[in-house]
Antibody
Framework: EVQLVESGGGLVQPGGSLRLSCTTS????????MTWVRQVPGQGLESVSGISGGAKTIYYTDSVRGRFTVSRDNSKNTLYLQMNSLRVEDTAVYYC????????????WGQGTLVSVSS | DIQLTQSPSFLSASVGDRVTITCRAS??????LAWYQQQPEKAPKLLIY???TLQSGVPSRFSGSGSGTEFTLTISSLQPEDFATYYC?????????FGQGTTVEI
């Protein structure tokens, strides 16, 4: 059974940093693109950052580029999101999601971790 | 970035109704279109990928169609567990953008 478990969320002041982790099991982690998706409570979904299985392809949405860094440790089956210079507008539930082959959807999701940026 | 526009944003329906949600892309995305269902306080669930392929375990009352820039999700006979928010997503280019969502209410 595929499992994705996020951790590392919490309350942080504007300008602060957090590191999210997504621990996975039940599939060959290194073979799949992984993505961080966030959702402001009550609002829609936004793809924040993605990383291919071998980490050769990485992307960021414009609003986080230069502040967030995605990485993965294939030996630990774990995905990371280092978030620096956090802003109030980064407040959201952050999900990690596993990509299907050939970039056809995200077929497994974690339960999400809440990041709150507030003074 | 490719923009996706869903219509309607809200839909009131009854059990047994046939429901259709439309997703329009700001440019062609070939068949790189997926649909998700999200229940309150839950993670999204993949329903359909590659425009029309049903994800394993998803009931056959869900179907998808379309090409180029216009796509549809159809629920042939709405069931109580289908009242949720539905999102389309394009995977043709980065970032993998989502539509704004369609909430199906009783």
């Amino acid at each position: 059974e595929v499992q994705l478990v996020e951790s590392g969320g919490g309350l942080v002041q504007p300008g602060g940093s957090l590191r999210l982790s997504c621990t996975t099991s039940g599939f060959t982690f290194s073979s799949y693109t992984m993505t961080w998706v966030r959702q402001v409570p009550g609002q829609g979904l936004e793809s924040v950052s993605g990383i291919s299985g071998g980490a050769k392809t990485i992307y960021y949405t414009d609003s986080v580029r230069g502040r967030f860094t995605v990485s993965r440790d294939n030996s630990k089956n774990t995905l990371y999101l280092q978030m620096n210079s956090l802003r109030v507008e980064d407040t959201a539930v952050y999900y990690c999601a596993k990509g299907r082959p050939q970039d056809q959807g995200f077929d497994s999701w974690g339960q999400g971790t809440l990041v709150s940026v507030s003074s | 970035d490719i923009q996706l526009t869903q219509s309607p944003s809200f839909l009131s329906a009854s059990v047994g109704d046939r429901v259709t949600i439309t997703c329009r892309a700001s440019q062609g995305i070939r068949n790189y279109l997926a649909w998700y269902q999200q229940q309150p306080e839950k993670a999204p669930k993949l329903l359909i990928y590659a425009t029309s392929t049903l994800q394993s375990g998803v009931p056959s009352r869900f179907s998808g169609s379309g090409s180029g820039t216009e796509f549809t999700l159809t629920i042939s006979s709405l069931q109580p567990e289908d009242f949720a928010t539905y999102y389309c997503q394009q995977l043709s280019s980065y970032p993998r953008t989502f539509g704004q969502g369609t909430t199906v209410e009783i």
